[in-house]
């Protein structure tokens, strides 16, 4: 089992900065994806951006250039660093991992299914 809690989630305003931090509780960092995805009220889940434990990332075109994924393996905590925020950006922010020690891809995984250990999540919210 992996425990994922995301923190940092807030008001902030448009053209601001946030970062959002995941920590993780397993001890096997190895041969994973994780991923942030987020979520507003009535829509479905959609991903932001993930991390593949060689450190290959990938991040959804609405958000590229603006927000970057890391992974800090001594503190074994995620984080997603959001610059240049938007209105639009706002939403639950869910932090998500594949089963640790088994993923197999070179490249981090973009789909929901994927992922089979999520956080409660952080609220951001972006305001002009």
């Known amino acids: 089992q992996v425990r994922l809690v995301e923190s940092g989630g807030g008001s902030v305003q448009a053209g601001g900065s946030l970062t959002l931090s995941c920590a993780v509780s397993t001890l096997d960092l190895n041969a994973f994806s994780m991923a942030w995805f987020r979520q507003t009220p009535g829509q479905q889940r959609t991903w932001v951006a993930c991390?593949?434990?060689?450190?290959?990332?990938r991040y959804t075109e609405l958000i590229q250039g603006r927000f970057t994924i890391s992974f800090d393996k001594a503190k074994r905590t995620l984080y997603l660093h959001m610059l240049t925020v938007k209105p639009e950006d706002t939403a639950m922010y869910y932090c998500a991992s594949t089963w640790p020690g088994m993923y197999d891809r070179d490249t981090c995984s973009v789909d929901r299914l994927d992922y089979k250990f999520w956080g409660p999540g952080t609220q951001v919210t972006v305001s002009t």
């Open positions: 991390f593949e434990s060689m450190g290959s990332t």
